[in-house]
């Protein structure tokens, strides 16, 4: 039995529909800043919109730490002519891809201290992509990537505790091996500026350890005293009329 004409033209509407679609999945695919998050490693890094790349003025300082710097650009925004890459030698294309990791790394430390950025990161927190703090009387709580210095490669990236006020290396490998710079010394405490609700509670409770029930005689005396400029602490603040109660101590 012959198909009609409407149900040919049909069939073929949706063929081209599915390719479109399929092509436009492949094109996904390929953008190297999703190529770039969704290996494994990497969950601690937050997508950076094509614009904030490509605006000359937030590269400020950042010509001289890749060669080929406006190539760099190009390829992390999959603005590179293809022509280009197929001519480039398999040891340039590591080169290159080395480098466009390092200079994605270096632009997300500014812009997670963006409105942007920081809500990104704040979506991530609220997921704790981060980890957990280890410490049993922090309950849990998720933690945030901090550097302690602002150059690469001197130090790998750390995990800060608000509730502890602490800081903790990352359980992965993986994670551990990322470079401190890629997040920066001022993102924790930007963070918890511009997001006062997600400051949790300084946790109270200390383990002293214990023989039979007593308590070791040198870390007693270390407790009382710390406990005791607490309380000191808290009636000068009180005399001040200050409540450092709000926003876990940290000042709006």
């Known amino acids: ?6 149900e040919h033209v049909e069939d073929e509407s949706m063929e081209v529909g599915e390719e479109e679609a399929a092509s436009e999945s492949s094109e996904y695919v390929e953008m190297w800043i ?5 290996r494994k490693g990497n969950e601690y890094f937050c997508d950076i919109d094509p614009e904030y790349i490509t605006d000359r003025f937030n590269l400020i300082n950042l010509q001289k730490s890749v060669s080929k710097f406006s190539q760099v650009v190009q390829y992390i925004v999959d603005d590179l002519d293809e022509n280009v890459l197929e001519s480039m030698s398999h040891s340039r294309l590591e080169q290159l891809e080395s480098d466009a990791r390092k200079f994605y790394g270096l632009i997300h430390a500014r812009y997670i201290i963006t409105i942007k950025g920081l809500q990104k990161m704040l ?31 001197i130090d790998c990236v750390k995990l800060y505790c608000p509730s502890c006020e ?29 997001y006062p609700d997600m400051v949790p509670k300084h946790p109270t409770k200390r383990y002293v350890p214990k023989i039979f029930g007593f308590e070791l005689h040198k870390q007693a005396q270390l407790a009382r005293w710390q406990e005791l ?14 409540d450092m109660s709000k926003n876990g101590g940290y000042a709006t």
């Open 1 to 6: 039995m012959e198909r009609s004409t409407e």
């Open 34 to 38: 999703d190529v770039f998050l969704g």
């Open 123 to 153: 979506d991530k927190y609220k997921d704790a992509d981060f980890g957990r703090c280890p410490r049993v009387y922090c309950n849990y709580q998720p933690l945030l990537p901090v550097g302690l210095h602002d150059q690469p490669g």
């Open 166 to 194: 602490d800081l903790y290396v990352p359980k992965s490998s993986r994670h551990s091996s990322i470079d401190g710079a890629f997040f920066g010394t001022s993102f924790p405490g930007m963070f918890l500026q511009a």
């Open 229 to 242: 400029q607490r309380l000191k602490l808290v009636e000068r603040l009180d005399k001040l009329q200050i």
